[in-house]
């Protein structure tokens, strides 16, 4: 038997042991509940900084979820992924096995997180094709949701600590406060750590910090709809990677500014402009920071500029739909694309469709 064909069966009998429990526990509930998600995301980025990429599959995330107490829940299941065009019958296959617990205002997690929209992080500090690409992450997770003040904190696990590597692994941290109705501050904080005692690989312990501190003034206006305005510091340290050059700086920074509307209620029209120097972020869109994809290429004083339109709905059935547009100027780098002229072009369409069955 193949590892996938393992997998497979291992996660089996792990839902027949449920519903066997299930069966001698009749005040317990447990659900079987599908996600899908179709996605089709395109990048036609030409420059030095990220290379253009078209991403278009199928995913599907099922699990058993049993419910010991009202606040309390496991889910065991499997996670595919199939990209459109591939020979293989699934490209990527993972466990879906978590501990989470509820209530009103709090969710705590351990096992397999939640990570819709990146934990809300900047496209500046997580890269948004993450969505696509990383929709599974393992480790802890609390989050809280009050009146005025929300926050969540999370360790994404990414690799163990064996002889042949070093333990890899993601911090992060968002909070933001809503003092007045019109007025949002926010921070956010991620961490990129290579390292672990056990062993070395033969490589140092690297490490890469970056933090956000932002503050956004919303409001509806006539006609204009909801309309807001963002003004963010980022600073950023370290490298992850232990090869990084040496006589580069290893501290950067950089100020976004983002504006937004949306008329009628229909889609959100936004600008936002981006001022970096020497800002490097392992984990964040290269857009922004200033080492390129080849390892020679360094530009320390950066801008940065996109507009675009993103429509996020619910259609019956619970259905959420995404589609968004992106014009890119990245420095005054000429693109093929675009004839020549400045400006790169990214569009995604995004369905996420629900399937929820009760079972006991």
């Given at each position: 038997?193949?590892?996938?064909?393992?997998?497979?069966?291992?996660?089996?009998?792990?839902?027949?042991?449920?519903?066997?429990?299930?069966?001698?526990?009749?005040?317990?509930?447990?659900?079987?509940?599908?996600?899908?998600?179709?996605?089709?995301?395109?990048?036609?980025?030409?420059?030095?900084?990220?290379?253009?990429?078209?991403?278009?599959?199928?995913?599907?995330?099922?699990?058993?979820?049993?419910?010991?107490?009202?606040?309390?829940?496991?889910?065991?299941?499997?996670?595919?992924?199939?990209?459109?065009?591939?020979?293989?019958?699934?490209?990527?296959?993972?466990?879906?096995?978590?501990?989470?617990h509820a209530t009103r205002h709090s969710l705590g997690v351990i096992g397999t997180l939640d990570t819709e929209r990146r934990h809300g992080l900047l496209d500046a500090i997580m890269v948004s094709?993450?969505?696509?690409?990383?929709?599974?992450?393992?480790?802890?997770?609390?989050?809280?949701?009050?009146?005025?003040?929300?926050?969540?904190?999370?360790?994404?696990?990414?690799?163990?600590?064996?002889?042949?590597?070093?333990?890899?692994?993601?911090?992060?941290?968002?909070?933001?406060?809503?003092?007045?109705?019109?007025?949002?501050?926010?921070?956010?904080?991620?961490?990129?750590?290579?390292?672990g005692q056990l062993h070395d690989a033969g490589v140092g312990v690297t490490n890469n910090r970056v933090t956000a501190l932002g503050v956004l003034l919303h409001d509806t206006l006539p006609a204009?709809?909801?309309?807001?305005?963002?003004?963010?510091?980022?600073?950023?340290?370290?490298?992850?990677?232990?090869?990084?050059?040496?006589?580069?700086?290893?501290?950067?920074?950089?100020?976004?500014?983002?504006?937004?509307?949306?008329?009628?209620?229909?889609?959100?029209?936004?600008?936002?402009?981006?001022?970096?120097?020497?800002?490097?972020?392992?984990?964040?869109?290269?857009?922004?920071?200033?080492?390129?994809?080849?390892?020679?290429?360094?530009?320390?004083?950066?801008?940065?500029?996109?507009?675009?339109?993103?429509?996020?709905?619910?259609?019956?059935?619970?259905?959420?739909?995404?589609?968004?547009?992106?014009?890119?100027?990245?420095?005054?780098?000429?693109?093929?694309?675009?004839?020549?002229?400045?400006?790169?072009?990214?569009?995604?369409?995004?369905?996420?469709?629900?399937?929820?069955?009760?079972?006991?």
């Amino acid at each position: 038997m193949s590892d996938t064909g393992r997998l497979v069966y291992a996660i089996s009998r792990c839902a027949i042991l449920l519903l066997m429990l299930a069966a001698q526990l009749p005040a317990q509930r447990i659900d079987l509940r599908t996600r899908a998600t179709l996605y089709g995301d395109n990048t036609e980025f030409f420059t030095p900084y990220r290379t253009g990429e078209t991403l278009l599959g199928g995913q599907v995330t099922a699990w058993v979820e049993a419910h010991p107490s009202r606040h309390n829940a496991v889910r065991v299941g499997v996670f595919a992924d199939h990209r459109f065009g591939s020979d293989e019958f699934t490209d990527s296959l993972k466990p879906v096995i978590a501990f989470r617990h509820a209530t009103r205002h709090s969710l705590g997690v351990i096992g397999t997180l939640d990570t819709e929209r990146r934990h809300g992080l900047l496209d500046a500090i997580m890269v948004s094709t993450r969505e696509i690409t990383s929709p599974i992450e393992y480790g802890l997770q609390w989050r809280e949701r009050r009146r005025t003040f929300r926050a969540e904190s999370w360790v994404n696990w990414q690799r163990l600590n064996t002889p042949e590597q070093r333990e890899q692994f993601e911090l992060g941290i968002v909070a933001a406060a809503t003092p007045m109705r019109w007025l949002r501050v926010e921070g956010q904080h991620l961490w990129y750590h290579r390292g672990g005692q056990l062993h070395d690989a033969g490589v140092g312990v690297t490490n890469n910090r970056v933090t956000a501190l932002g503050v956004l003034l919303h409001d509806t206006l006539p006609a204009l709809g909801a309309a807001s305005v963002a003004a963010w510091r980022l600073w950023s340290d370290g490298h992850i990677d232990p090869d990084y050059p040496a006589d580069r700086p290893g501290a950067g920074r950089g100020t976004m500014l983002r504006a937004a509307v949306t008329p009628w209620g229909f889609a959100e029209v936004f600008a936002l402009h981006w001022r970096g120097r020497d800002f490097a972020a392992d984990a964040g869109d290269p857009n922004y920071g200033s080492a390129g994809k080849d390892a020679g290429f360094y530009r320390s004083k950066r801008t940065y500029t996109e507009v675009g339109a993103i429509r996020r709905s619910i259609i019956p059935g619970n259905v959420v739909f995404d589609a968004e547009v992106r014009w890119h100027r990245i420095d005054d780098e000429d693109s093929i694309a675009f004839f020549g002229t400045p400006w790169e072009l990214s569009y995604r369409i995004l369905l996420r469709v629900p399937v929820n069955v009760r079972l006991h």
